[in-house]
DNA sequence: TATTGTTATACTCTATAACTATA
DNA sequence: TATAGTTATAGAGTATAACAATA
């Protein structure tokens, strides 16, 4: 026997939870977003595991990879992280042999994060895999709304440290 | 002397980060949609911060001063978050005095959380507070965007546990 | 035998302050 | 005096397993 005695909250499919979207939270636009988000977020972290990194550290690895040359202190405002989490961030990433350290030419206090020849593979391949992971997660979408919702969250997200 | 030595990253008026948004990862939705999201949630969480509450109990108060009479299993499903964190998240809200712990009629296991009066009055002030982070939150875009981006969201995060 | 709520534990993440070396 | 990076540490958040009461 399994949830026949109470009907009314416990004979879904899903838990007998549908009942509670129809609550002030479950019609909650930051509640939504952080919902999708975190299904955004666990869809690539599940991605890049057979590569070893996560979305931080692949988020620095894709930097570095550009060629950008990014200090530490830049990624940290730019991820908003605390520079005490780069540190192992990068750590990280030495530790696997993805990136270097590399002194900067003008000011000796400053690090700079550039590519491995092994980083830059792995990058690729993990780039695929993201991707895929992202297609598939936001394919309830087509390609128009797709498209305007990565506008509105750069919009968003513009806000706070502009980009451009 | 501040930044004049490396004139092409730090003389920028963020710190030199704006050039970091020019990569794949700036350009990436995901990263877009986990901006956008620690934006609004760190907004909720400090409208929420003056009435002894963050996005987690207040959702749960929430949920309970709607009547819904949910169970502990119920709240860790929707919310998804560990039966142990609904307990500690629930401990709160007993010690507030804002909800209580109401043992179900048909099955002596089962506990359903309800509302105290205290905890009614609060939620008030409370979601007004969150109403009026979220209205500035999402103030760049117009109200037509701002319906577009919550049916978007909603339709991302119905993937997961579908709602109605 | 399965489920609800609980406790305990460990692990990750996050935030803070203090320290060094350079500027 | 201020900044880049580092270290250490404590707090919050998360995941897991084991347990008692009940079904």
Redesign the pocket.
Known sequence: ???T?SSTM?DRAD??VSRLWNTVVGNDTAFLLARAN?LSL?AA?AALEPYGL?V?SYSVLAIAVEGVR???????DFL?????????L??ELENAGLAT?EP?Q????????APTEQGRKVFRHAREATQRAERECFAALDARDRARLKAMLSTLSALDSAPG
Chains 1, 2 share one sequence.
Do not use: W, Y
Request: charged share 30%; proline share 5%.
């Open positions: 026997m399994r949830n005695t416990t838990g007998g975190a666990s972290n996560k931080r990014p200090t530490q202190r830049e990624l940290s908003r992280l605390d520079p005490s989490q780069i540190v192992s990068i750590d350290r900067a003008n000011d000796r206090r400053v690090n700079v994060v």
